[in-house]
């Protein structure tokens, strides 16, 4: 079992940048792929990122391409986000998730984190 702790949300102005991380607990952390999703208000969950186990493989939802980067540090245990260019329609509880399949879809994954907020003001 994989327990996930999302951390760095927070208010940022339009065109900044914030870094988020995802700390996972278990030894199989390096066996997990690794996604981030997003949920706005009103709104469906969405696909953000995705990273490969290895780090080697990531895919991007076309609404953060260029601005988005997913990586990890395995032997952290821990998945980051960093976001740059961010623009007030990226505001949403940002979430990580963990599954064996590279996958884009949510219901795929079977750990999720509690989410951490981030607000990009105009």
């Known amino acids: 079992q994989v327990q996930l702790v999302e951390s760095g949300g927070g208010l940022v102005q339009a065109g900044g940048s914030l870094r988020l991380s995802c700390a996972a607990s278990?030894?199989?952390?390096?066996?997990?792929?690794m996604g981030w999703f997003r949920q706005a208000p009103g709104k469906e969950r969405e696909f953000v990122a995705v990273?490969?186990?290895?780090?080697?493989?990531?895919y991007y939802a076309d609404s953060v391409k260029g601005r988005f980067t997913v990586s990890r540090d395995n032997a952290k245990n821990t998945v980051y986000l960093q976001m740059n260019s961010l623009k007030p329609e990226d505001t949403a509880v940002y979430y990580c998730?963990?599954?064996?399949?590279?996958?884009?879809?949510?219901?795929?994954?079977?750990?999720w984190g509690q989410g951490t907020q981030v607000t990009v003001s105009s």
């Open positions: 998730a963990a599954d064996h399949s590279l996958s884009v879809t949510s219901y795929e994954y079977d750990y």
């Open positions: 278990g030894r199989t952390f390096s066996s997990y792929a």
């Open positions: 990273i490969s186990w290895s780090g080697v493989r990531t």
